[in-house]
């Protein structure tokens, strides 16, 4: 492969390279150095081929000329693809640079009719070289007699018209198929006396500028010497030298060959004997001075010189290697060996691009290729409807991990938090009586009861009261069912953003209408799954199984609300106790104390005679004993069942028959279950112990309404029975501390047992009840609707969508997406091409 084939591939990488904004191939510049006329500007004009580059005696090259050699072929579609200046074209780059006056260049304009008159001209020959400057964009110059009037013109315009230079490079390219692809600089000469407008320092000034160009590592340095002067005084080599001390990038060429001295020859220069330089120096004759006033042509003058080589005694043994062909030939496999070693880094890059370039692409999905073939669209509609109704089953049973998994619960784990946490913890904090006041309860009571007294337990109250409060859990476990079914309406959407969704997304249409089919499905199953929930709720509240083995029953509240009453009193009479005796204290009054007239009159009501020994003691309000005698009047009369002080009760042998029968006769009224067996209980532990009734603690009691709440399952805040109970011993205080006759009214000492009664009967159902729809509504939830969908999904999808008419619309692909792959497709190709090219070159 000759190197001048590997030119144009060269050129065609430049062009991947600046089209895929790969790092700039950086193509090494060919600059040419030298003192005034010793023949730069011929000798670029050789190696073109082309009269074009002012030439003469004087300072000429002004300006730095950065001239691009381009070979094209004769079919090269850049030859008649010609677009010429229009109206917004002509804004040239230095206009925007603020550096040029208007260009105008009257009859050098060549427009398409031009451009095409001239290629079908009366020789049919088309023009195919031309030259092209950066500040006139989109002008082709078919004259070099016309580049170089510009190359003229342009130097004045911005160095002046006396002597002066400018380091503005003019930018000139030549397409041409006779010319190798070279980049070339023609740069002023070095001159050592300043004359016209140069400046004093124009030897500085113009050796600053060479230096810009040769100093970088990438640039070629042609070192002209005229073989006429002395070597040793080339300004040429010295300046090289400075940048390039190994001479590695140097050549040296010998100009002005034919005016050498007769005799003299240069020889040795050229085998390198006298200067030593890697790449070596070429000699060259170009044209004369005459020769240029008398035109002669170039071909003529090349011809002239082979001759010269040819014919010259010392240099005919070596003329295949002088000339301006040979420098040619030199200085492009100086740069083709420059490319080569920038290749393996171009190859690495190219390879990151293509893979890079590949995955992109496969990210797009391939092109999808279903012809017309309704089985092939059908069969795609179906993949992809089963992968969606899979992923959606998947997020519902965790078998999908997502991405976001980390971040947040979602699918069927989200799913578990509703029912566990925010269903469970709404049920525990309503309160089981709710809405419910003591008043409330008693109005109950007395309505149930009717015109009778009362004698048992009004069942019917309960009944009447604890049916509203289970309509309490209807709200929560209604939220409950909403709550899973948002969470599956975000399943639905989210499950295109899971792996299949690279996939999904290619088809816009067939996810909406898959996640619409799917909400629909939902939607539908909603109003049903409610409507269960609530008639479980409804089903609770038709019948109220006081059997139930965990129901409280009557027998146990009542035993609770006894001893909680017992405690309540004990604690106000120590309390009072205190008081009095602090009082005592505080008088120094020693009296013996009195024996209770209470105790001995009524011998039960250890409160009362406690209260008695406080006011025999207090002398003070003696009109308050006849109250404390109307209030045992009135609380025997109402046979109302008397709390006992325990120390009363366990001393007082006497007191505890009597008692006992009390409270049996009391508890019969209440016995709710099974009251035979409980009353043989009772009656057992009469005979076995004296003290008839081990009350439970209060303590005990609490514990264990606590217990029936953490047997729920949820951590429920502590029932408000101690709380409630305070605000009945305020009352009771009130009634026991006989301010006033009126405050009695408010309830009997029966009536608020009875009413404490029932609420605590209505805590233990509530809580017996709430349990179940605790447990049924999740259930009923995922059977009617997670259930549901994850089973019926695939068949509706299929119901819905899976019809021949609809295939074609749904697999429309999203116009952005097909716009992607075909840049990637693109650009891949390129890429490939690149790639080719490179593994050719290697
Ligand atoms: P530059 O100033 O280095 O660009 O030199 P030019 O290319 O303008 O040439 C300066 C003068 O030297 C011109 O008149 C050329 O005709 C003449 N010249 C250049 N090279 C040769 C050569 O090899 N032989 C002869 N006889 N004249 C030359
Ligand atoms: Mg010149």
């Known amino acids: 492969m000759s190197f001048e084939d590997l030119i144009p591939v060269v050129n065609k990488l430049q062009d991947i390279v600046t089209t895929t904004q790969l790092a700039d191939i950086d193509l090494p510049i060919l600059a040419v150095v030298g003192s005034q006329s010793c023949g730069k500007s011929s000798v670029l004009e050789n190696i073109v081929g082309k009269d074009f580059l002012p030439r003469g005696t004087g300072i000429v090259t002004r300006?730095?000329?950065?001239?691009?050699?381009?070979?094209?072929?004769?079919?090269?579609?850049?030859?008649?693809?010609?677009?010429?200046?229009?109206?917004?074209?002509?804004?040239?780059?230095?206009?925007?640079?603020?550096l040029a006056g208007p260009y105008s260049d009257?009859?050098?304009?060549?427009?398409?009719?031009?451009?095409?008159?001239?290629?079908?001209?009366?020789?049919?020959?088309?023009?195919?070289?031309w030259g092209e400057f950066l500040h006139v964009p989109n002008k082709r110059f078919y004259n070099f007699h016309d580049i170089r009037r510009e190359i003229e013109q342009e130097t004045h315009r911005i160095a002046g018209q006396n002597k002066g230079i400018s380091r503005l490079p003019i930018n000139l390219k030549i397409y041409s198929p006779h010319v190798l692809n070279l980049t070339l600089v023609d740069l002023p000469g070095l001159t050592k006396i300043p004359i016209g407008d140069q400046p004093s320092d124009i030897e500085r000034q113009t050796r600053n500028l060479i230096l810009e160009y040769i100093s970088k590592q990438n640039c070629i340095i042609l070192a002209v010497s005229p073989a006429n002067v002395d070597l040793v005084n080339s300004e040429s080599l010295k300046l090289a030298r400075q940048v390039d001390p190994t001479g590695k990038r140097t050549v040296g060429i010998l100009t002005k060959l034919d005016l050498m001295d007769q005799g003299t020859n240069a020889?040795?220069?050229?085998?390198?004997?006298?200067?030593?330089?890697?790449l070596g120096f070429i000699g060259i004759v170009n044209r004369s001075q005459q020769d240029i006033s008398e035109n002669k042509s170039l071909d003529e003058s090349l011809y002239a010189e082979q001759q010269f080589f040819l014919n010259h005694p010392a240099y005919r043994m070596m003329a295949n290697r002088c000339g301006t062909k040979y420098l040619a030939q030199t200085l492009n496999k100086i740069l083709m060996n420059h490319i080569r070693d920038r290749l393996p880094d171009i190859k690495a890059k190219l390879n990151t691009l293509m893979g890079q370039t590949e995955q992109e692409l496969a990210s797009y999905g391939d092109i999808p290729e279903f012809g017309d073939s309704k089985e092939a669209h059908g069969a795609m509609v179906l993949s992809l409807m089963t992968k969606f109704s899979n992923a959606f089953v998947g997020s519902i049973e965790g078998s999908t991990v997502n991405e976001i998994a980390t971040k947040e619960l979602c699918g069927g784990a989200r799913i578990y938090y509703i029912y566990n946490e925010i269903f469970g913890s709404q049920l525990a904090s309503i309160n089981p009586t709710h809405n419910l006041s003591i008043h409330d309860i008693r109005t109950a009571i007395r309505n149930s009861t009717g015109p009778r007294p009362s004698l048992f337990v009004p069942e019917l109250a309960f009944d009447i009261l604890v049916k509203p409060q289970i309509k309490l859990l209807e709200e929560p476990s209604h939220r409950c069912v909403e709550l899973v079914y948002e969470e599956l309406m975000k399943i639905v959407h989210s499950v295109c953003s899971t792996d299949i969704g690279t996939e999904m997304n290619r088809y816009p249409r067939l996810q909406n209408k898959l996640i619409e089919v799917v909400s629909d499905l939902l939607r539908e199953r909603l109003g049903p799954t409610i409507k269960y929930v609530e008639s479980l709720i409804e089903i609770n509240k038709a019948y109220i199984n006081t059997n139930h083995p965990n129901f409280v029953g009557a027998a146990k509240a009542m035993s609770i609300v006894v001893a909680e009453r017992q405690k309540q009193k004990e604690l106000e009479s120590t309390s009072k106790l205190r008081l009095a005796s602090e009082r005592i204290l505080s008088k120094k009054?020693?009296?013996?104390?009195?024996?209770?007239?209470?105790?001995?009159?009524?011998?039960?009501d250890g409160m009362a005679n406690l209260e008695a020994d406080i006011k025999s003691v207090d002398d003070e309000v003696p009109s308050k004993k006849i109250k404390n005698k109307k209030l045992h009047?009135?609380?025997?009369?109402?046979?109302?069942?008397?709390?006992?002080?325990?120390?009363?009760?366990?001393?007082?042998?006497?007191?505890?028959?009597?008692?006992?029968?009390h409270q049996e006769s009391y508890l019969n009224y209440f016995l709710g279950k099974?009251?035979?067996?409980?009353?043989?209980?009772?009656?057992?532990?009469?005979?076995?112990?004296?003290?008839?009734f081990k009350f439970p603690h209060p303590q005990e009691s609490a514990l264990q309404f606590n217990t029936n709440f953490i047997n729920n399952g949820v951590v429920t805040p502590q029932p408000p029975v101690i709380e409630d109970f305070n605000k009945m011993k305020l009352s009771v205080s009130n009634e026991s501390s006989f301010e006033s006759d009126e405050t009695i009214h408010e309830l009997s000492e029966r009536e608020q047992m009875e009413c404490e009664l029932i609420r605590r009967l209505i805590i233990s159902y509530f809580s017996i009840v709430r349990e179940t729809?605790?447990?049924?509504?999740?259930?009923?939830?995922?059977?009617?609707?997670?259930?549901?969908?994850?089973?019926?999904?695939?068949?509706?999808?299929?119901v819905k969508l899976y019809n021949e008419t609809l295939f074609e619309d749904l697999l429309k692909e999203d116009e952005g997406i097909q716009a992607e792959r075909e840049k990637c497709i693109e650009l891949l190709k390129t890429y490939r091409e690149a790639s080719e090219i490179i593994s050719e070159v290697f």
Request: proline share 7%; hydrophobic share 25%; net charge negative.
């Open 63 to 98: 300006r730095p000329l950065v001239l691009q050699l381009i070979n094209i072929k004769e079919d090269d579609p850049i030859v008649t693809k010609y677009s010429p200046p229009n109206s917004t074209a002509s804004s040239s780059p230095h206009q925007q640079n603020n």
């Open 106 to 129: 009257d009859s050098e304009e060549i427009n398409l009719e031009d451009h095409l008159r001239k290629m079908n001209g009366s020789n049919n020959k088309p023009q195919l070289e």
């Open 267 to 278: 020889l040795d220069i050229l085998k390198g004997n006298v200067y030593p330089l890697k």
């Open 589 to 604: 009054i020693n009296e013996e104390e009195e024996p209770s007239e209470s105790e001995e009159s009524d011998g039960k």
């Open 633 to 661: 009047n009135r609380t025997t009369s109402t046979k109302t069942f008397s709390v006992k002080s325990e120390s009363s009760n366990v001393n007082n042998a006497t007191t505890t028959t009597s008692t006992l029968q």
């Open 674 to 692: 099974d009251p035979i067996v409980h009353q043989q209980q009772l009656q057992t532990q009469a005979q076995l112990n004296p003290t008839p």
């Open 773 to 798: 729809i605790q447990d049924q509504v999740p259930k009923a939830i995922m059977c009617l609707l997670v259930n549901h969908i994850k089973q019926h999904i695939q068949n509706r999808l299929v």
